[in-house]
């Protein structure tokens, strides 16, 4: 059974910067490919980005592109998402979420994903 944990949110001022972590454990990070969502209040959830199980593609929601980086350390059992600058609008709560069986790809819809963080959240605001 594959757990997640997401750390790093807290109460930023807007152009700061913040690195969100997700760490996996009970199995390897290697065998998954991991998306970071986030789902502000009264909104739906969107996709920010993802990275692939094999070679660590990485894909970027449209709207995320330019402010958001994601990587990943299999050895580490890490995917970190960092933010720079940050916006009012990015206030949300931050998911990580895996998916087994994908290789070379990540999938941005979170529907496909099948284990989930608890979340961590994060507040823009001066």
């Known amino acids: 059974q594959l757990k997640l944990v997401e750390s790093g949110g807290g109460l930023v001022n807007p152009g700061g910067s913040l690195t969100l972590s997700c760490e996996a454990s009970?199995?390897?990070?290697?065998?998954?490919?991991v998306g970071w969502f986030r789902q502000a209040l009264g909104k739906e959830r969107e996709a920010v980005a993802c990275t692939a199980q094999i070679r660590h593609r990485k894909k970027y929601a449209d709207s995320m592109e330019g402010r958001f980086t994601i990587s990943r350390s299999d050895a580490e059992g890490k995917v970190w998402l960092t933010i720079t600058p940050l916006k009012p609008e990015d206030t949300a709560t931050y998911y990580c979420a895996a998916v087994g069986g994908m290789r070379f790809q990540c999938p941005l819809d979170a529907r496909n994903y099948t284990d989930w963080g608890q979340g961590t959240r994060v507040i823009v605001s001066s």
């Open positions: 009970g199995l390897s990070l290697g065998y998954y490919s």
